[in-house]
């Protein structure tokens, strides 16, 4: 099965600041997604983005399926924005979600 | 719209205890996945029900089984509870994009 790879495994930074989080898949993926687990445990949608590049807000994504990879782009970061941040995909299409390990982003005020 | 729901939200269990858990997917969806995450580690793919049959599986031993209902909401069950299995237990629903419940923190003593 496919392997997914996310870095950096930890991050800190102050309110404000703008941050990247990427996402590396061993073998082409469809149906990737990006989410946001807050301390309560419930895993949020961010962006279901398989190609291309998608916003919201503060907040964007960008997929290059012929390069495996995805990156997550945090601008202007507040202290809700902090949890773990996960990626996740599956192949041909079988639903069955692969997910890393999670980078951990911690905003200080 | 209602989201995924489930329940209970925390459940304490001794060793070699049964439990089972419960998923209702969000409104217009008919298929379930279930997923278990340890602490610090990104969730496992367990199994998903589509029209009330186990379509896909997980590495999971057979002690983990499931069932879903007509009306598409679906139960988790777990024999012979191992210390190991104490973890958060995530429902999922839909298709491509998939959409997560609260989860169940299960703690095995």
């Known amino acids: 099965g496919i392997q997914v790879e996310q870095s950096p495994p930890d991050l800190i930074l102050q309110e404000g600041a703008n941050s990247t989080l990427r996402c590396n898949f061993s073998?082409?993926?469809?149906?990737l997604q990006w989410f946001h687990q807050n301390p309560w445990g419930q895993l949020i949608n961010l962006f279901y983005?398989?190609?291309g590049t998608k916003q919201n807000g503060r907040l964007s994504a960008t997929t290059v399926a012929t390069e495996r990879y995805s990156l997550l782009y945090i601008s202007s970061s507040q202290t809700t924005d902090s949890g773990v941040y996960f990626c996740?995909?599956?192949?041909?299409?079988?639903?069955?979600?692969?997910f890393g390990q999670g980078t951990r982003l911690t905003i200080n005020p | 719209d209602a989201g995924v729901t489930q329940s209970p939200t925390h459940l304490i269990k001794t060793r070699g205890q049964q439990v089972t858990l419960r998923c209702s997917p969000k409104?217009?969806?008919?298929?379930v996945s279930w997923y278990q995450q340890a602490l610090g580690q990104g969730p496992q793919f367990i199994f998903q029900?589509?029209?009330?049959?186990?379509?896909q599986r997980g590495n999971f031993p057979d002690r983990f089984s499931g069932h879903q209902f007509p009306n598409y909401s679906s139960e988790l069950n777990v024999n012979a509870l191992l210390l190991g299995d104490s973890a958060l237990y995530l429902c999922?629903?839909?298709?491509?994009?998939?959409?997560f419940g609260p989860g169940t923190r299960l703690t095995v003593l």
């Open positions: 983005i398989p190609s």
């Open positions: 073998d082409s993926v469809n149906n």
């Open positions: 999922a629903s839909g298709g491509d994009t998939q959409y």
């Open positions: 029900y589509y029209e009330e049959e186990e379509r």
């Open positions: 996740a995909g599956d192949q041909r299409g079988a639903q069955k979600l692969v």
């Open positions: 409104s217009g969806h008919d298929t």
